[in-house]
């Protein structure tokens, strides 16, 4: 004799088994066909669905992970050319240590902005670190930034050449002819006092010429335009500053 229990589950079976077979067999039954085909129509679906957000999931992880590595890899680039962009300033350094004797001070622009009285550039070095009004800021290729205007403890605020309040004596490299340079601000330097008899051509490279407080040879800018007007004792010569490639930069201060 059967036991109960897998008697009721072969009963069960049976009937399942048999309204099934109904369904396909009796006609006008076509409606439980398709509601059974839309079922498992619908499951299908589902399954696909999921398997695409799982897709869609796992390349999300991809690119995340991908756009770390390619973060990481950025940040190694940048710390390498820091690197070896401070190599060439100490470079540098050594040979203006070596050429010039005065004390100098190592320090960075942090702010270079043009505002309705002038420029205002800082420097992150102030008193604490020996820095005084007056002292020469250069870059290491030995360019003219601008001279020390105000110090505080930490920073200090430079003045630079193409502010209207700079004046530095000059000269043309290879040439007898000197004058004056004056900052302009957006126009960038005027070099004046060049008389119409003076020798200048655009391209010519302007330096300091040691009659002042700066020291002889600093490189101040290139002659970018010259006007001649008939009648006047005085060319006007436009001068494109070289510290325009270094703002934000490293620096040395120097002692006048």
């Not at 076509?30 to 398997?51: D, E, Y």
């Not at 020798?199 to 335009?225: A, R």
């Amino acid at each position: 004799m059967i036991p109960k229990k897998p008697l009721k589950l072969i009963i069960i079976l049976l009937l399942v088994f048999t309204f099934f077979s109904y369904l396909n067999v009796v006609p006008g039954f076509s409606l439980g066909k398709n509601i059974m085909a839309k079922v498992f129509g619908n499951l299908s679906i589902v399954r696909k669905t999921i398997a695409s957000i799982n897709t869609t999931s796992n390349l999300t992880k991809d690119k995340i992970r991908l756009e770390e590595e390619n973060l990481k890899l950025l940040s190694r680039i940048a710390e390498l050319e820091y690197v070896q962009s401070e190599n060439v300033f100490l470079k540098n350094i050594i040979k203006i240590s070596d050429t010039n004797k005065s004390e100098f001070i190592l320090g960075n622009i942090y702010t270079w902005t043009l505002g309705p009285n002038g420029y205002t550039v800082l420097l992150n070095k102030g008193s604490r670190s020996g820095v005084a009004e007056g002292d020469i800021a250069i870059t290491g290729e030995r360019v003219l930034v601008g001279v020390v205007s105000e110090v505080q403890n930490n920073f200090s605020k430079i003045l630079p050449v193409t502010d209207p309040k700079f004046k530095a004596t000059a000269r043309i490299v290879g040439l007898d002819t000197s004058g004056i340079v004056t900052g302009a601000l957006r126009e960038g330097l005027h070099f004046e006092l060049i008389i119409q008899e003076d020798q200048i051509t655009e391209g010519d490279m302007v330096v300091t010429s040691g009659n002042d407080i700066f020291p002889d040879s600093l490189v101040i800018g290139k002659v970018n335009q010259i006007k001649s007007t008939e009648g006047q004792i005085f060319k006007e010569v436009i001068l494109e500053p070289s510290m325009a490639k270094s703002i934000l930069d490293s620096v040395l201060i120097l002692k006048p």
